[in-house]
């Protein structure tokens, strides 16, 4: 079954501590591509990666680390939480760019 | 950059009535178009997808959209709403003729099913 995993689901955090959200696919897909989703904001492109050791800054990078180091797995790394960081992170993958993004179930993150 | 604007953040509409969900892209470039739904405290997944070729696109639970090049709007609509398709929609679009993948997303707009 093709499944994009995240861990943890929920995390309370506090300020200055740092963390990481694991992203893992079984798709074999090169893509992969981390969101934040707040309320009337939708989704915005926090970090994607087109391949192993390739990554880029989507739209709101400030905060934020990635690595690819194999295909299957994309770490969101939080160096440093602060609280305008809370939100719902959404990992995804895609095969090319005409077909559906799989995403994960959601990362529920709060930072005080 | 593309941008996209979906033009209502909440709809309410009767079971049974039929309903139009709007949203305009930016660019009149050649684009991909997405929709995607959200059923709450859940992630997303894909209702539907323009690529080319007809303009009318049929997707899942009985939902369609149709591409409107001149008017840079992609629609999505459905005849007669069940109280199922209470959730938030998101329109996507991307450029097939840039080198990333990039998906940019709406802000989405929470459909509300009334019995």
């Known amino acids: 079954e093709a499944q994009v995993t995240q861990n943890p689901r929920y995390l309370i955090t506090v300020t200055g501590k740092k963390l990481t959200v694991t992203c893992s696919q079984n798709?074999?897909?090169?893509?992969m591509s981390w969101y934040r989703q707040d309320p009337g904001l939708g989704l915005r492109q926090i970090y994607y990666?087109?391949?192993?050791?390739?990554?880029d800054k989507g739209d709101v990078p400030e905060g934020y680390k990635v690595s690819r180091k194999e295909k299957r797995n994309f770490p969101l790394i939080l160096e440093s939480p602060s609280p305008n960081q809370t939100s719902l992170y959404f990992c995804?993958?895609?095969?090319?760019?005409?077909?559906?993004?799989?995403f994960g179930p959601g990362t529920r993150l709060t930072v005080t | 950059a593309q941008s996209v604007t979906q033009l209502d953040s909440q709809v309410p509409v009767f079971e049974e009535a039929p309903v139009e969900l709007r949203c305009n892209y930016s660019?009149?470039?050649?684009?991909?178009l997405f929709w995607y739904v959200q059923y709450p405290n859940q992630g997303l997944q894909l209702l539907l997808k323009?690529?080319?070729?007809?303009?009318l696109v049929k997707g899942i639970n009985g939902f369609e959209a149709e591409f409107n090049k001149s008017q840079t709007s992609f629609h999505l609509r459905k005849p007669s709403v069940h109280i199922s398709d209470t959730a938030e929609y998101f329109c996507?679009?991307?450029?097939?003729?840039?080198?990333?993948?990039?998906?940019?997303f709406g802000k989405g707009t929470k459909l509300s099913v009334i019995p």
């Open positions: 995804a993958t895609r095969r090319d760019r005409g077909v559906a993004e799989y």
């Open positions: 798709m074999n897909h090169e893509y």
């Open positions: 990666s087109m391949n192993v050791e390739v990554t």
């Open positions: 660019s009149s470039v050649s684009v991909y």
């Open positions: 323009y690529l080319s070729g007809s303009t």
């Open positions: 996507a679009v991307s450029d097939p003729g840039a080198g990333s993948y990039q998906l940019t």
